[in-house]
């Protein structure tokens, strides 16, 4: 269902995100260029020019926050910086809100700017969007958690971006206002099938392509996925394709020898186009631990790709068991292997899958929840303003 924007004045935008290959800078790029492209004027603020942010786009502005070197810091004062950043760019363009992505460490220095704001005689909105280990892996430890928890309470909006990501907060902080939950989104014009490449371009022809995309970290669990792939693999030529880097990366590499799988498993590395090798997959596995939503599944979805993942987190939620993909208990390498095993093994009902997964991301299309967030970011607005008359 569409919903209607009931947005009546031009706003100016502030976006905090991390610049880099994880799924809430990407979110965040995308949703203030969508933003963008809807007339809005909006600020990019980070400390590198997000990876989805190249080229030239009309009322689209990125603000580079540079930390001072000094002899006497071993860590650059990166959230001074920031702070100051914030405010300085709202002064100078008056921004309407701030909109930070990921709470650690931007919704703590949000709240600082709008403080220092507030003495200059200025108010700005702050919303808070939860992405996923702000919350469940690295907000939820001791030394970050009461920081956490306060700064959350004082953003004038907190979104999450699924239902489980609400509930893991609201089960793991004391939070005294309503968290709405806003789903990421897909753009159809960039994902969707192209059929422009061909297997044999790949030396693939007649095989199977199962493909994974993440930032290589042991909450990925990329060593069940090779588990899980070596089970295919013996019963159906098959190849797989591992696209990203990071911490796991060297050991991943052993363990794909050990399995004898070094002929069938590609690393790719770290990959700009993941549309273009998505047209060429018949498979999406995520194994993750934790994982509030799965951005990378729903791409591949939005390719026609079906998705063997975990029922971790919101993968559920995107993931629809026995419709778009399987979602087996984590750690289930059998499972998952056997959910694998009866899509691909016969074309027919792969088929299906990759009509039904297509259908299912339908659901997170950018025409349905770009409506949403412009009427939060209103809403917001609104409110925050009444508390100010
Ligand atoms: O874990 C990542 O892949 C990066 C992380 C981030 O915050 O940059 O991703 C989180 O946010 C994405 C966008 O909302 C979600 O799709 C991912 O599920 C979430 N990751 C985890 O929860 C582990």
Known sequence: MRTKICCTLIM????????????????????????????????????????????????????EVNSFEYPLFDFKPYDTALASKIVNIC??????????????????????????????GIRLPIITTLHGTDITLVGNESSFHPVVEFSINQSDGVTAVSESLKQDTLKHFQIEKPIEVIYNFIDFSRFKKRHQLFKSQFGCENQKLILHVSNFRKVKRISDILKVFKGIHSEIRSKLVLIGDGPESTSLVDLTEELGLKDSVIFMGKQDAIEEMLDLADLFILASEHESFGLAALEAMACEVPVISTDAGGLKEVNLHGYSGYVSAVGDIESMTKNALSILADDTILNQFKKQALQQAKKFDLDVILPQYINYYQKIIDTSQQKNR
């Open 12 to 63: 100016k935008l502030g976006i905090v995100c991390y610049p880099t290959y994880g799924g809430s800078g990407v979110m965040a790029t995308e949703l203030g260029l969508a933003m963008a492209g809807k007339g809005f004027e909006v600020h990019f603020i980070s400390y590198k020019r997000p990876v989805r942010l190249g080229g030239f786009y009309p009322n689209v502005y990125y603000h």
């Open 91 to 120: 002064l100078h363009y008056q921004l309407d809100l701030l909109h930070v992505h990921y709470a650690i460490p931007h919704a703590t220095i949000a709240h600082l700017a709008k403080e220092i704001l507030y003495t200059k």
